[in-house]
């Protein structure tokens, strides 16, 4: 039996030092390689939040460019449809004009125009001075005709120049003003 404790002690002085030579291996060469790893899958978590914001902004700014390219559209739609070109703006506005005047049985005498110098918002306005007789009848068939044209002209002041007694004929400036896209 002496000799089976004897054979005991020695297995389990092999093994303590086994152990005993594991703890400084694993301190020199595993103990790095997880902290590396652990650090390494935090950079990692990090490098994936970081590309998840930026792939969240970048959906944000997907959509403004989406709302920008709409936004251009409508606009463009509505400079197309309501406002005169800048390029031949005063004769399509001065045609329309000529053809409300008409409609509405007015004569139409010499018409003056004054360009703003400031731009706002990209946008010129052009007043015009139009001078008219006819009919109390007849100006409001020409305003009713003017607001209801498709192009975009405000009637800002209407001023009583004269009347002739008894006729019913009265002479009136008529201060209206449109705008036009500003030249690039």
Not at 31 to 43: L, N
Not at 105 to 119: A, C, F, K, P
């Amino acid at each position: 039996m002496n000799l089976n404790v004897r054979i005991q002690q020695i297995v389990y002085a092999v093994l303590v030092a086994a152990i005993l030579l594991n703890i400084p291996l694993y301190l020199i060469f595993i103990r790095p390689e997880v902290e590396a790893s652990s650090e390494g899958q935090a950079r990692i978590d990090s490098m994936r939040q970081q590309l998840m914001r930026r792939a969240r902004t970048l959906n944000a700014l997907k959509e403004i460019e989406v709302k920008l390219n709409h936004s251009k559209v409508k606009y463009d739609k509505f400079e197309r449809d309501f406002l005169f070109s800048y390029s031949q703006g005063t004769s399509e506005l001065l045609e329309e004009l000529d053809g409300v005047c008409s409609e509405a049985g007015l004569l139409r005498n010499r018409v003056t125009y004054h360009m703003d110098s400031e731009q706002s918002f990209g946008m010129q306005r052009l007043g015009i001075t139009l001078p008219i007789e006819g009919t109390y009848a007849n100006i409001r068939t020409f305003i009713n005709i003017l607001e209801n044209t498709s192009k975009f002209i405000i009637v800002d002041s209407m001023a009583l120049v004269s009347e002739r007694e008894g006729t019913g004929v009265l002479r009136l400036d008529v201060n209206l003003s449109t705008l036009f896209v500003a030249r690039p």
